[in-house]
């Protein structure tokens, strides 16, 4: 199983990025996928989850309206939108793939996002 995410950077608030994680190693069509951040000395918080088949996403409150999940099955990737980002949404963003066959969760490395004038 392997998750590799990009898109990471420093971007002033108000800024956009476009997160995404590529996916391998499984069948990532039939899997959960998930974004979460940790910031330092925070806990590790849920972002954003997409289902296998066309469900609607669920989002947390802190970005619900700005942050958009979505993906690709066809391209094995799930990527995270990100506008209006605010300097508390500075963190390192997590892709996290729930497959239930292997028996739990499978994580990325992270990519940093800093929002920062």
């Known amino acids: 199983v392997q998750l590799v995410e990009s898109g990471g950077g420093l971007v002033q608030p108000g800024g956009s990025l476009r997160l995404s994680c590529a996916a391998s190693g499984f069948t990532f069509s039939r899997s959960i996928m998930r974004w979460y951040r940790q910031a330092p000395g925070k806990e590790r918080e849920l972002v954003a989850v997409?289902?296998?088949?066309?469900?609607?996403?669920n989002y947390a409150d802190s970005v619900k309206g700005r942050f958009t999940i979505s993906r690709d099955n066809a391209k094995n990737t799930v990527d995270l939108q990100m506008n209006s980002l605010k300097p508390e949404d500075t963190a390192v963003y997590l892709c996290n793939a729930f497959i239930a066959i292997l028996g739990g969760d499978y994580w990325g490395q992270g990519t940093q996002v800093t929002v920062s004038s």
């Open positions: 997409i289902t296998t088949a066309g469900g609607k996403p």
